[in-house]
DNA sequence: AACAAAATTAAATAATTATTTAACAAGCTT
DNA sequence: AAGCTTGTTAAATAATTATTTAATTTTGTT
């Protein structure tokens, strides 16, 4: 043993492997590849780092490592950073667990309100055309009543989901759900 | 035209699909196969179905849709319905959203809560153990503290998330963010 | 402007995941 | 209990997605 605080450095490493390793694996959540997922646990303990290190600490080519890293800035997980004097690009990873939650739910919310909320517009400009058609039988008008009462309950729930988005964007929610009790 | 009533039979069947592509469109949010995002839309407007239904409906084999049911039921979004007479077990799509999104986030949440919980607290007893031995350098221990500091602030979220989830469980949370505005 | 270094894109391969077909097991009905 | 219907499991195939190697483009330095 060339020296006796190896030991120490070892427990240190082994500590954040274990997190490492936890975070990665939840976050198949976030929908990105075991790639990504890799990379975000690795940076969370790093100030900064270049594609290159990345590469070399993860195994992996430098094209996976580019493409894991877009991948999470688009969810704002990783941020570039700008250091002069070095002509890599560098690259740290958001550490407030809050701003990722935010971006993230927000981001996957709004999409689906919108997608959604839209579908349900058109369905019921459709469903209203077939309840006033001359033609349609009161079978018909009735069952186009049905469903256009059932659209009508869902959006209820889309708005509050948009309420919810607004409130996390905000802080407003940390008001009735403070971060520290 | 055997009958001018059809037209507008096919609007509501075009209202329908209309949504429907939309509900399984965004339902790789929830981690689903596209055949279950497809088979919960289909069930929405639907008051139950049987295997051979679906099966039917959406043109796929049997197990299939037995395994999409079957994953559709662990997140709650497809309850099994007794219906006596019929030897064919039948299902119904969980058509309340505000139900659909609790049981999902809060399963997901609570899973991502837990793992990453243990790991922080198993990863601060090995950083602990760094920091008091005595063969640590002071580089080594300030590095293990720092570590140490940052697991500690993280749990700040985890605590957060939990509370949220208690708070979505509970329907604390509508006091805050009422259903209907 | 020309060169070198770094990063990205494209094409090919590898790995994973979804779906189907075929075999099996469980459940009713007579 | 035998036989038919329904549902599930297992193995094989198909489809998708992740990753790599190779080629190209971009960026910065001299």
Same mark, same amino acid.
């Given at each position: 043993?060339?020296?006796? %605080?190896?030991?120490?450095?070892?427990?240190?490493?082994?500590?954040?492997?274990?997190?490492?390793?936890?975070?990665?694996?939840?976050?198949?959540?976030?929908?990105?590849?075991?790639?990504?997922?890799?990379?975000?646990?690795?940076?969370?303990?790093?100030?900064?780092?270049?594609?290159?290190?990345?590469?070399?600490?993860?195994?992996?080519?430098?094209?996976?490592?580019?493409?894991?890293?877009?991948?999470?800035?688009?969810?704002?997980?990783?941020?570039?950073?700008?250091?002069?004097?070095?002509?890599?690009?560098?690259?740290?990873?958001?550490?407030?667990?809050?701003?990722?939650?935010?971006?993230?739910?927000?981001?996957?919310?709004?999409?689906?309100?919108?997608?959604?909320?839209?579908?349900?517009?058109?369905?019921?400009?459709?469903?209203?055309?077939?309840?006033?058609?001359?033609?349609?039988?009161?079978?018909?008008?009735?069952?186009?009543?049905?469903?256009?009462?059932?659209?009508?309950?869902?959006?209820?729930?889309?708005?509050?989901? %948009?309420?919810?988005?607004?409130?996390?964007?905000?802080?407003?929610?940390?008001?009735?759900?403070?971060?520290?009790?």
């Amino acid at each position: 043993m060339e020296e006796s %605080s190896q030991a120490s450095r070892e427990k240190i490493e082994q500590a954040k492997d274990k997190v490492i390793g936890a975070i990665a694996e939840t976050m198949d959540i976030y929908g990105v590849t075991p790639a990504a997922a890799n990379l975000y646990a690795t940076m969370y303990f790093k100030d900064q780092m270049t594609l290159d290190e990345m590469r070399e600490e993860l195994e992996m080519s430098k094209p996976s490592m580019s493409t894991s890293v877009r991948k999470l800035q688009e969810i704002e997980m990783v941020k570039k950073t700008y250091t002069r004097g070095s002509r890599k690009h560098t690259y740290a990873a958001e550490k407030n667990f809050f701003r990722s939650f935010m971006v993230f739910y927000c981001q996957m919310w709004e999409r689906e309100v919108k997608m959604n909320m839209e579908a349900v517009e058109e369905a019921q400009e459709d469903l209203i055309n077939a309840i006033k058609d001359p033609a349609s039988t009161p079978e018909i008008v009735a069952d186009a009543k049905k469903y256009y009462d059932q659209l009508e309950d869902s959006k209820t729930y889309y708005r509050w989901l %948009s309420d919810l988005v607004q409130s996390i964007r905000s802080g407003e929610i940390f008001e009735f759900l403070p971060k520290e009790k």
